[in-house]
């Protein structure tokens, strides 16, 4: 009695296998190596402010950039870039932070455009690989004339619909990786909104 096995289905589903199962494995690497930068980027250090502020009002700004430099974090980063425009107008000030925030951002975000080309991609290929099963399907019973049976139908729609069920698989994790990764730095950009308003906020404290 023959028996339905993953490998099976993979070999049956034909060349389109090929292309979907790239996808995968890629949208696989982005999404562990996205998890693994997004997770050290969301690590916060919950004295740093504090002594950021300390070293402001103390007029030491070459230990805060000492400090930010060895925190190395998106936020830290941004509060690096507001330290070196002490002394500037305060809309410069904000506007260099800004900007290296949207720097870290879209650094966070890399690979993300390719896990939404899987998510809608994949079933596409899923698709075409069933129609492309289902031409030949019906060529082989035509083909078969006088002899066609149902067997012959049913074998070839049975590969074509293989593709279908990969592409909606590798559909589906792509999307589920890529919204869990966009919530991920969306917490990630509301810290670092939080740091930059902290940090303006201080620059307008009166020094002790």
């Not at 809608?120 to 399907?137: D, K, R, S």
């Not at 729609?157 to 869990?180: C, D, W």
Request: contains cysteine; aromatic residues 8%; hydrophobic residues 50%.
């Amino acid at each position: 009695m023959k028996t339905l096995s993953f490998w099976s289905l993979v070999v049956d589903g034909g060349y389109i296998m090929i292309p979907i199962a790239i996808l995968l494995v890629v949208a696989i690497y982005i999404f562990i190596e996205r998890c693994i930068v997004i997770s050290r980027a969301s690590k916060d250090d919950p004295t740093f402010m504090n002594r950021i502020r300390d070293y402001i009002h103390e007029g030491d700004l070459e230990n805060a950039e000492r400090l930010c430099k060895k925190t190395d974090t998106p936020y830290s980063r941004l509060i690096l870039k507001g330290v070196t425009r002490i002394g500037r107008p305060m809309n410069d000030v904000l506007v260099a932070i800004e900007n290296e925030g949207n720097i870290e951002v879209a650094n966070l975000g890399r690979g993300f455009t390719w896990l939404s080309t899987t998510a809608a991609g994949a079933p596409m290929l899923g698709f075409l690989g069933t129609v492309v099963g289902m031409i030949e399907a019906f060529f082989s019973l035509e083909k078969a004339g006088t002899s066609a049976n149902i067997t012959v139908l049913a074998g070839g729609i049975y590969q074509a619909l293989v593709t279908t069920v990969a592409g909606l698989i590798v559909g589906i994790v792509a999307l589920f990786a890529y919204n869990y990764l966009v919530s991920r730095v969306n917490r990630v950009m509301a810290n670092l909104e939080t740091k930059t308003m902290e940090f303006m906020d201080l620059l307008n404290e009166p020094t002790k």
